[in-house]
């Protein structure tokens, strides 16, 4: 069973930066076909970045440039730096694992909020 542990969500203002992070575990853990995702009042949950199952980062158009997506596999963990943020990046962000089965399993999600 694959568990997921977000956390480094918070209120920041307009043009500041954050940075999460998904801690897993489970069996035969890879950090591959691993990301993020984001759910804002009112919209679908829409992909925000990711590594897919050939390792390679891949982001949503909305922020690419801004938010970069890097991985340590020593400490089975996923990080999500976000700079320039905006208000419209508010949201519940989530950590996704999928398995070998494309089975998808979610963290338990940490909001971001971004207001001056």
């Known amino acids: 069973q694959v568990q997921l542990v977000e956390s480094g969500g918070g209120l920041v203002q307009p043009g500041g930066s954050l940075r999460l992070s998904c801690v897993a575990s489970g069996i035969t853990l890879s950090l591959n076909a691993m990301g993020w995702y984001r759910q804002a009042p009112g919209k679908g949950r829409e992909l925000v970045a990711e590594?897919?199952?050939?390792?390679?980062?891949n982001y949503a158009d909305s922020v690419k440039g801004r938010f970069t997506i890097s991985r340590d596999n020593a400490k089975n963990t996923v990080y999500l730096q976000m700079n320039s943020l905006k208000p419209e990046d508010t949201a519940v962000y989530y950590c996704?694992?999928?398995?070998?089965?494309?089975?998808?399993?979610w963290g338990q999600g940490t909001q971001v909020t971004v207001s001056s």
């Open positions: 996704n694992k999928k398995d070998a089965l494309d089975r998808d399993y």
């Open positions: 590594f897919t199952r050939g390792g390679r980062p």
